[in-house]
């Protein structure tokens, strides 16, 4: 089933099942395609009531409950469903063959170092014309909206939403929708006020550089939501840069250049504060043991001595973090909006770099942000998916 990724299974197919290797794999064939799967897959997959729990599909049994030596001795295929024996425990298992296509391994591995998951849709300054954007009245009253809007956090790992209420806290409501605060030792969530000051126009000059947040936290918040209450100042817009685009180009520019920037850790530190001293050891750019782009941490501000890279590459681990963050700074990678009182934005911390552009003339601006994780997102998005496929 080489290349193949996406598969689907219509009812009534002709499907047929040989088995093969000695016993220790099978074949299901449909009409245009193959895929495989081994003996031991099968029977740690099985979802009799003896292996996994009716209710909740926990697993009963661990894998040492299963013989070293399990083969198939015998696979039939009825309707919609594949029959399977094992041996030597002589114990028989029903598979949908749907689900099985669903969870299919038998596919090409990934072979570029940095992929991303299919789900994932990196952007640059052309989404500008297009920012992901939800209703918060829709979102609070309509679970396809809200779904929607969630999904699209995910594609893109950010959005923006508005006509939400304009009152103290109204960011809680927002997170209250998918998840849960995460608390930190700047509270449950933070202020973010700034008064304007025409006569101190250096203030108003300080645009930050896009970054991550906390990335001396391990783990890092995942999400963050900044939530805007006041503003009449000019300027101070809100830009976000896809860390995942800007990583690909880093690997188009110079694959050594991403390689060395995944491979060694950086340090991050944050002691600000009596009492608070949080330190991290992670690379700037974080990708799995098999090749998927998982995070980015990249400020500026709280980069702490980096010294867990060798003598003879540190020059070239500085050549790389140079033109990671000349990549990230490029205005052409940038996606820039402005919030106005009652609006916000989400932003998945792991990947999207934020900042806040310069300001100028004289006004106010309130903001309030806080914090939340993905693992709540992905959940109630994950719900609302599998509810819409019931209906
Ligand atoms: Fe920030």
Redesign the pocket.
């Known amino acids: 089933m080489a290349g193949s990724v996406h598969l689907y299974y219509r009812c009534n197919y002709m499907t047929e099942v040989t088995i093969a290797n000695s016993k220790k794999s099978l074949e299901l064939s449909l009409s245009n395609v193959t895929v495989r799967f081994h003996a031991i897959w099968l029977r740690d997959n099985a979802w009799d009531e003896q292996t996994r729990a009716p209710l909740n599909g926990q697993r009963l049994i661990c894998l040492r409950d299963i013989p070293f030596d399990t083969v198939i001795s015998a696979a039939n295929v009825n309707d919609n469903s594949l029959q399977v024996t094992f041996s030597p425990e002589n114990k028989t298992a029903v598979y949908d063959i749907k689900w099985l296509l669903q969870n299919a391994y038998d596919k090409s591995p990934q072979t570029v170092k940095g992929w991303t998951a299919p789900n994932i849709e990196t952007w640059d300054r052309r989404l500008m014309s297009a920012v992901p954007v939800g209703d918060f009245n829709e979102i609070q009253s309509d679970s396809a909206a809200l779904r929607d809007w969630l999904n699209k956090v995910a594609r893109y790992g950010f959005a923006k939403l508005e006509n939400g209420p304009v009152e103290d806290q109204a960011l809680m409501q927002v997170v209250d929708l998918f998840g849960y605060v995460r608390e930190t030792n700047y509270g449950r969530y933070f202020e973010v006020r700034t008064e304007i000051n025409p006569t101190n126009l250096a203030y108003t000059g300080l645009g930050?550089q896009a970054?991550t947040?906390n990335p001396y936290r391990d783990p890092v918040p995942s999400l963050?939501v900044l939530y805007c209450l006041e503003s009449s100042a000019l300027g101070g817009e809100n830009m976000v840069v896809d860390g995942f685009r800007a990583a690909a180009r880093l690997r188009e520019e110079n694959p050594e250049w991403l390689e060395i920037l995944s491979r060694y850790c950086a340090r991050f530190e944050y002691s600000g504060e009596a009492g608070v001293t949080l330190r991290s050891r992670r690379p700037m750019i974080e990708i799995s043991a098999d090749g998927e782009l998982m995070a980015i941490r990249f400020n500026n501000r709280s980069t702490a001595a980096i010294t867990d890279v060798p003598f003879d590459v540190m020059e070239t681990y500085y050549i790389a973090y140079r033109r990671f963050g000349e990549i990230i700074d490029d205005p052409k990678m940038e996606v820039s909006f402005r919030l106005e009182p009652g609006e916000c934005f989400i932003v998945d911390n792991t990947r999207v770099l934020?900042?806040r552009k310069a300001y100028s003339g004289t006004g106010t601006r309130w903001l309030q942000g806080c914090y939340a994780d993905k693992d709540g997102l992905y959940s109630k998005l994950t719900s609302l998916q599998n509810q819409a496929c019931k209906a």
């Open positions: 930050l970054h947040d963050q934020h900042a």
